[in-house]
Structures are given as structure tokens and as C-alpha cells.
């Protein structure tokens, strides 16, 4: 994208060259938030050493104060093409547009195929399907003295990842497709907590804050 954009830069005499530090646990910290806490600290003492930051869009909230509002820097065709732009908090707060989607990433769930065929079982499509077909192989693991299986891990880790992942849950349970985020008070939001607290206490082994890359579970998220 860097290398793309600098050609385009040269060829239209733009003037304009970008020059990328990409911070990674190979050069740098390993940590996630000590990586805001890097750009938390450029941005208090407003250090002018970059001009674009790249950042977690749940750190939306927490940048805003020190960017500027795109809407006044770009023609409003150009954010247009952005869906939600002006709308999600995702990208904009306090009625500012500070950020547009460079990539989107998601999750999705990994099934263990060949436990899901030893008993004869089809992937779950909802929640209370996932409980019910984890507690019944559960038990019958445990009836074969298979003590160290894991059902189920949500990636709820203590990092954006797992913060990313308790947002991903509580969208699952809005009414529609169609739906916004539901609000935290909401008796969706509620519901969801409900359910995590029950895939945690009868399906997860006793915790699902466990390190996601390091396990083999019946379904992964």
C-alpha cells in the first residue's frame, strides 16, 4: 500500500512520500496496550514526528480528542464510500470522522470435524445449540476418562483481542442483521453476559480466558 501510494505520489508530482515504522513483537513490545500507551504518549506531548497513525478501532474513544475531523480535510464523495463512516463509532466520535477502515478483520468459529462425526453431531448455529452439543460431549468424554478436553474458547484473553472478542458476542445477540450494536444497558447486552457466563461454567473447563494459540478445542473461535 506504502509503495503503491509513493508511485502515485511520483507519478502526479504530488510531493508526497510515506515512510512506514511498523511496530511488530519482533522490534517491539509483544503487549498490545503498551503499543497505545506508545502512541498515547506521541500524542499528549503532540509530537509531530507522524502524521498517520495506524490503531485499534476500540481505541476510537480514547484518540479522538487528538485527531482531526476528516470531514474537514476530504470531499465528502471520498468518505461516502466508506459505509457506517459518519455513523459507527467504529470511525467517528463526538461527531468527529477521525479514522477510515484501512482493513477489516473478523472472527470465525473453527469446528473439530472428527469430534463433531464421533458422536454424530452437526455444527451448532446458535449459542444454545453450541451449549447443548458441548455438553453432551463433554460428558461423553469424561465417560472415556478424557478429563482434558476443551469445548469451548472465546479468545475473551486479557488484551484487544479479548475485548474484540466480548464485542463480537454481544453483537451476536441483536434482533436483526439489520440492528446496530446494542446498547451495554440493553436486555440484549444482558442476555449475552448471561450466556457467556453459562458456556464458561458448563462448557469451558472453568475459564475461556486461555491463550488461543496454544490449544486444540472442539470449536474455536
Not at 71 to 76: A, F, S
Not at 95 to 122: A, D, E, Q
Request: with cysteine; aromatic share 14%; proline share 4%.
Amino acid at each position: 500500500m506504502v509503495n503503491s501510494f509513493n508511485e502515485y505520489s511520483t507519478k502526479n508530482d504530488l510531493d508526497i512520500e510515506i515512510h512506514l515504522d511498523l511496530f511488530t513483537p519482533a522490534n517491539a513490545t509483544r503487549h498490545t496496550e503498551d503499543f497505545c500507551s506508545v502512541i498515547d504518549q506521541f500524542l499528549q506531548k503532540r509530537s509531530t514526528k507522524y502524521d498517520i497513525y495506524f490503531y485499534n478501532n476500540i481505541y476510537t474513544s480514547r484518540f479522538e480528542p487528538h485527531f482531526v475531523d476528516l470531514n474537514e480535510l476530504l470531499p465528502k464523495n471520498h468518505t461516502d464510500m466508506y459505509v457506517d463512516a459518519q455513523t459507527s463509532e467504529s470511525y467517528s466520535f463526538n461527531n468527529k470522522l477521525i479514522g477510515l477502515p484501512v482493513f477489516i478483520n473478523y472472527s470465525v468459529m473453527y469446528n473439530n470435524m472428527v469430534i463433531l462425526n464421533k458422536y454424530n453431531r452437526t455444527i451448532p448455529k446458535t449459542w444454545n445449540e453450541l451449549l447443548e452439543t458441548g455438553k453432551y460431549i463433554l460428558e461423553k468424554e469424561k465417560e472415556q476418562h478424557n478429563d482434558d478436553i476443551l469445548i469451548y474458547n472465546g479468545a475473551f484473553i486479557d488484551d484487544e483481542i479479548g475485548m474484540g472478542s466480548i464485542y463480537e458476542f454481544m453483537y451476536s445477540f441483536r434482533d436483526s442483521l439489520e440492528d446496530p450494536f446494542p446498547d451495554l444497558l440493553s436486555e440484549n447486552a444482558v442476555n449475552s453476559l448471561i450466556m457467556m457466563k453459562k458456556l464458561k461454567n458448563e462448557i469451558s473447563s472453568g475459564s475461556l480466558i486461555i491463550n488461543i494459540y496454544y490449544i486444540d478445542p472442539l470449536l474455536l473461535k
